[in-house]
């Protein structure tokens, strides 16, 4: 398994900009897929993006496309979420993931995750 460490969180009004980063450690980050998935209190872990090992394929949910852009830096081992235009309906703890097996969609087909961190949209 990879280890994973999200920065980058915090609190922002809407319309702001964050960007998060995910430095992982652990494996040859570069073959692999890398995620991005978040979490509102009560609800589901829902996925956010995601992006290829060489980072040629992008892969957004509906209510993301536009506003956010995934995308890595395999040099440095690092993912990151450039998310704008942020909605107070975003504000979530957002865990970076490794390791899928299957559909890229599903949280419970990756098999590593980060702590997360927190981003609050204030309208």
């Known amino acids: 398994q990879m280890q994973l460490v999200e920065s980058g969180g915090g609190l922002v009004q809407a319309g702001g900009s964050l960007r998060l980063s995910c430095a992982a450690s652990?494996?040859?980050?570069?073959?692999?897929?890398m995620g991005w998935f978040r979490q509102a209190p009560g609800e589901e872990r829902e996925f956010v993006s995601a992006i290829t090992g060489n980072g040629g394929s992008t892969y957004y949910a509906d209510s993301v496309k536009g506003r956010f852009t995934i995308s890595r830096d395999n040099a440095k081992n690092t993912v990151y979420l450039q998310m704008n235009r942020l909605k107070p309906e975003d504000t979530a703890v957002y865990y970076c993931a490794a390791d899928p097996d299957g559909n890229y969609r599903k949280a419970s087909d990756w098999g590593s995750w980060g702590q997360g961190t927190q981003v609050t949209v204030s309208s």
């Open positions: 652990g494996r040859t980050f570069g073959s692999y897929p």
